[in-house]
């Protein structure tokens, strides 16, 4: 985060004062989350309006703090001005407000007017133009649909009663979006920036030694290990990466691997990181309000799928690996910091995942994981100063703001699909020209997500997607969980996806190394992303829903079998290189699990039977030629 790692001699009088400030704001923002989980004192729009008057003041305030002329800081000014302004007047005036939706005041007009131009310069400042530009065409939409003819027109809205249902009237930016902002994903975010405190990246640097062992792949095998445990509790693919990536990339090109190839493993291994429960972003927990369901269920049901991303990711970075020369790495595992760290790691995330099993509310479960965190972090001999606590919950603060805002704007688009019925519309769109083929709507549906998830934070991808396209695959028959983790697992793959990819934009960075092969790189490692998805729609077990009968345990076998083949195919290399029988053998394996995962329920037992023991043989029959043959060339 800028405005706290900047140097004391690089920041001038007046950015050393509204760094306070914004050290006090983001303090004052985090006591009142924390004290709001079990102390009620405002109503559920009062709570959301000051949650966004948060978010826009630490948000601007952070900016202010790195502003080098004085005119970008007198628009930072009047920007927290007119955030605090406009907050509260709707504070004062909230009774009123929500009774006269639709037939708002002058005034209100003008404040209207004045949050979402506020919001939006914010989500622009935190993330780029994209997403308030998709915004700015759903706004238009609602003020000139009426012109467009043809199916996409909707009834003629006067201008007082678009502002009224986009912002004032208390729907819009004040929509369940930014409720789940403030009651669930707020916190989760404080907690990841707060386990930083408890110097976890050593831990897993370790710990990744230690389980990679001597492999060729080693180094590599390390980052894709601590990624997944950081993403964990991070829940962010860009925070991951330069979390992790400050120690695991500079490390991987010091044993061989290539800049492009560092940056694009860490970026592959992060991006997973938004997939691995128990705290797998901010998506997720939207998926939990869409579908209708506690977070609890979205976590139990990620599981599998993440795991299997994960072990692809594996096997992908050590084929690379063998392609690419890497030797084994000669360095030994710190056992010390290992034990040290494991009670650091495991308590937190297990308090997290035992709370929410135990079906308590995301608030609580967040809650006790942070003060859980905060105890182990001042036990050990260790521990942070005030300064260190400081710059974690200012970074807390201000990640948590930009996710927040970006959600905002997601309550007005979400607002202008609705009120207009765009959404059924656009959802109608998409059923006639599948012509009701369900395998070209998913087609249309990742394309849909991945366009969207170029440079818009993956919820509000995921959003966009849940509300408009999901139901469709509902209407096509597909389970309501698997259409929802379809969308979600396009909307998180997104940021490794060329052209804009921004977990790989920022490994690029870390690695000094071009995008585009940073970029693609990801992008081949991160295959099986693509490719589970359609794997949750044809085949629930991989949910955990569904049957377990002969087929649905069968498919816990063959899917791996088959992701796994799948992977080291694209290299064509395991412990070695592959000769032309083990790729005929790995080709063999992978046709024969996909097709026993997605058709073997029509298939009578003793076909099922048959086809998944010759998988199992054909890919014991792989793994032991691998092995022979890497015996042979060691002894050599």
């Keep these: 985060m800028n405005s706290l790692a900047s140097s004391e001699q690089l920041l001038s009088p007046f950015q050393r004062s509204v760094r306070w400030v914004l050290i006090v704001a983001a303090v004052c923002m985090v006591v009142y989350h924390l004290f709001t989980v079990y102390g009620v004192v405002l109503g559920s729009f009062e709570h959301q309006n000051l949650h966004l008057a948060f978010l826009l003041v630490v948000l ?49 007009i003008i404040i209207g007017l004045i ?70 994903i707020f916190l989760f975010v404080l907690f990841g920036s707060l386990m930083g405190l408890l110097k976890i990246s050593d831990f897993l640097s370790e710990l990744s030694k230690m389980v990679s062992g001597r492999m060729r792949g080693g180094p590599g095998l390390a980052a894709v290990i601590s990624s997944s445990m950081i ?6 693919s860009v925070a991951n990466v330069a979390i992790t990536g400050a120690f695991t990339i500079p490390y991987m090109k010091k044993v061989g691997y290539k800049p492009a190839l560092a940056g694009a493993i860490e970026a592959t291994a992060s991006t997973g ?53 890497i030797k084994a790495p000669k360095e030994t595992a710190d056992r010390r910091i290992v034990l040290i760290g494991i009670p650091s790691f495991v308590i937190p995330v297990g308090l997290i995942a035992l709370l929410l099993m135990l079906h308590y509310s995301t608030g609580v479960a967040a809650f006790w994981a942070i003060v859980s965190c905060l105890c182990i972090a001042y036990i050990r001999k260790d521990r942070p100063s005030a300064r260190e606590l400081l710059t974690r919950v200012v970074e807390g603060a201000v990640v948590g703001a930009k996710i927040g ?49 170029c440079g818009v934070p993956p919820a509000a991808a995921y959003s966009l997607v849940a509300i408009v396209v999901a139901p469709t695959l509902v209407k096509m028959g597909v389970p309501i969980l698997s259409a929802h983790f379809f969308c979600f697992y396009f909307a998180i793959i997104s940021a490794v996806t060329p052209p804009v990819a921004l977990g790989a934009l920022a490994g690029a960075g870390i690695a000094r190394a071009p995008y585009f092969a940073t970029a693609f790189r990801a992008f081949v490692l991160s295959l099986s992303g693509f490719i589970i998805p359609y794997l949750i729609v044809y085949n629930p077990v991989i949910l955990l829903s569904g049957e377990f009968d002969f087929w ?16 080291l195919l694209v290299y064509r290399a395991w412990l070695l290189r592959f000769s032309g029988y083990e790729t005929a053998i790995g080709l063999a394996a992978m046709v024969i699990g996909f097709s026993f995962s997605i058709f073997g329920d029509r298939w009578p037992f003793p076909a099922q039977f048959a086809v998944l023991v010759s998988d199992i043989a054909l890919f014991g029959l792989l793994a032991l030629s691998q092995r022979h043959y890497h015996r042979k060339s060691v002894e050599l």
């Design 60 to 108: 601007f305030l952070d900016r202010l703090v790195t502003s080098k002329t004085k005119t970008e800081s007198s628009v930072q000014f009047i920007l927290i001005f007119a955030a605090i302004g406009a907050t509260t007047y709707v504070g004062l005036n909230m009774t009123r407000l929500e009774e006269d939706i639709g037939f708002p005041e002058p005034t209100d």
């Design 115 to 184: 949050a979402i131009a506020v919001c939006i310069e914010a989500t622009r400042q935190a993330w780029g133009w994209t997403l308030p530009i998709v915004a700015a065409i759903f706004i238009a939409y609602f003020f000139l649909g009426h012109y467009i003819p043809g199916p996409l027109s909707h009834r003629n809205f006067n201008f007082e009663y678009v502002i009224s249902y986009l912002s004032i009237g208390l729907t819009g930016l004040y929509g369940n979006f930014l409720a789940i902002s403030a009651n669930q």
């Design 273 to 325: 990181g938004q997939l691995m429960p128990p705290v797998m972003g901010a998506a997720a927990f939207l998926m939990a309000f869409f579908v209708g369901v506690p977070y609890a269920d979205i976590m139990i049901a990620g599981i599998v799928p993440a795991v299997l991303f994960y072990i692809c990711v594996f096997f992908g970075v050590q084929s690379v690996s063998v392609i690419s020369d």
């Design 552 to 567: 649905g345990l069968g498919s816990i076998i063959t899917v791996p079998i088959a992701l796994i083949s799948c992977t």
């Design 231 to 236: 993403g964990m509790v991070t829940g962010a």
């Design 405 to 453: 805002v970006s959600l905002a704007i997601v309550g007005i688009i979400s607002q202008s699909l609705i009120t207009t019925g765009l959404g059924g519309k656009i959802a109608g769109l998409v059923e006639l020209l599948s012509a009701g083929n369900l395998h070209l709507a998913l087609i249309m549906t990742m394309v849909v997500a991945i366009i969207l998830g």
